[in-house]
């Protein structure tokens, strides 16, 4: 079944704590994306990765790093979270960036405490 | 984001009824998409319109693309309960992509 997972779909962790949340896909996309949800802020990106070991900043990347060594991962890596980067993560993908569909995982709810 | 405006922001309908969620982008449109969140969960592609004037439907929602406005309009006909989420319009620009704020949908049988 063509997918986009996220793992985990649940973490609350505690601020300054290292954590990575990965995202696959299995459908040979060459455009990932992470983005995240805020109740008045909506959906935003936080980096985008148009193939292997390209990757850009979207409108919201401090605070973020990603990384793309294999065309199918895309970690979000959060060095020292903080309370302001609880919210919703979605990552996505899509066959190439522009005038493609993008392919939603289910999210990943975050809490920092 | 600012790139992109929906209205209304929340919707109230009762089943049957039909019903428009408008977008409106500040900058030119190149192509516009449109997606459904059920609350909370991962979002679901509806449609993608590339060309002014474009109209396209999927049972029973058509969304158009209106180029010269710079806007696109969702309607849905007859709506029922299973229509009921948000609705987020969307769209590149260059490489990045942006979301509209979402029109929150509620429909009651």
């Known amino acids: 079944e063509a997918q986009v997972t996220q793992n985990p779909r649940y973490l609350i962790t505690v601020t300054g704590k290292k954590l990575t949340v990965t995202c696959s896909q299995n459908?040979?996309?060459?455009?990932m994306s992470w983005y995240r949800q805020d109740p008045g802020l909506g959906l935003r990106q936080i980096y985008y990765s148009m193939n292997v070991e390209v990757t850009d900043k979207g409108d919201v990347p401090e605070g973020y790093k990603v990384s793309r060594k294999e065309k199918r991962n895309f970690p979000l890596i959060l060095e020292s979270p903080s309370p302001n980067q609880t919210s919703l993560y979605f990552c996505a993908s899509s066959l190439a960036g522009v005038y493609n569909e993008q392919f939603f995982g289910p999210g990943t709810r975050l809490t920092v405490l | 984001s600012q790139e992109l405006e929906q209205s209304p922001q929340s919707l109230i309908v009762q089943e049957g009824k039909n019903l428009t969620i408008n977008c409106t982008s500040s900058?030119?449109?190149?192509?516009l998409y449109w997606y459904k969140q059920k609350y909370g969960e991962g979002l679901i592609f509806l449609m993608m319109?590339?060309?002014?004037?474009e109209e396209k439907s999927h049972e029973k929602i058509t969304a158009k693309l209106d180029e010269k406005k710079q806007q696109s309009s969702l309607h849905i006909t007859a709506s029922q309960p299973s229509h009921a989420g948000i609705y987020l319009c969307g769209k590149y620009n260059f490489n990045k992509f942006y979301f509209g704020s979402g029109t929150k949908l509620n429909v009651k049988p």
């Open positions: 459908m040979n996309h060459e455009y």
């Open positions: 900058k030119t449109l190149y192509g």
């Open positions: 319109l590339q060309k002014g004037g």
